[in-house]
């Protein structure tokens, strides 16, 4: 059974929600380097770049060309997971407000946010965004963008969270 166009309209949905991100992003980092905010890290971001940009056309691509079948249990399972880690990322980025950005960036002096999803998890972001590499493709089958992608996701994640760790360490009081 073929969902296809349910599907591309799921990931044209979430590819929207995207670019809504990365204009907020963009934004926020602007008013926090006039706060005197520096970047750390950066060697990685075209890394992590690249492989967003290239995520949900692979989701798309796979489904399409390698005629991946809906599957309604595994299917809905994935919706569920996704529309768990798609609230926990919202919820992440009112916590955070005007402190998220795509960049690791950080205001010496301000002091950790401990509300929200941060009174429980130390990186909530990225857990959602976990959750979203395995979620999304599985939603219509296409388990190769979920292996390739979560694998390559993991590898920057681990790079990522050792630069934003040592970056707060240093500017946090």
């Known amino acids: 059974m073929t969902m ?20 907020r992003s963009r934004r ?9 905010a ?15 940009a290239l995520f949900l056309p692979a989701c798309a691509a796979e489904v399409l060309f390698l005629g991946r079948p809906f599957h309604p249990l595994v299917g809905g399972i994935a ?4 529309a768990a880690a798609m609230a ?11 402190r998220w950005t795509t960049r690791v960036i950080v205001v010496p002096g301000r002091p950790l946010v401990a509300t929200g999803p941060y009174r429980w998890l130390r990186h909530p972001n990225y857990l959602a965004v976990v959750l979203e590499f395995v979620a999304i493709p599985l939603v219509h089958g296409a388990w190769v963008a979920a292996v390739v992608f979560s694998l390559a996701n993991l590898v920057v994640l681990a790079i990522r969270i050792r630069v934003e760790e040592r970056a707060l360490a240093e500017a946090v009081p």
């Open 4 to 23: 296809a166009p349910a599907y591309l309209m799921l990931l044209a949905l979430v590819a929207i929600q995207r670019v809504m991100e990365l204009f």
């Open 28 to 36: 926020n980092e602007a008013a926090m380097r006039r706060a005197g």
């Open 38 to 52: 520096s970047e750390h890290g950066g060697a990685h971001y075209p890394w992590m770049v690249a492989m967003h």
């Open 88 to 98: 926990l990322r919202v919820w992440t980025l009112r916590t955070l407000g005007d």
């Open 79 to 82: 919706l569920v997971v996704l």
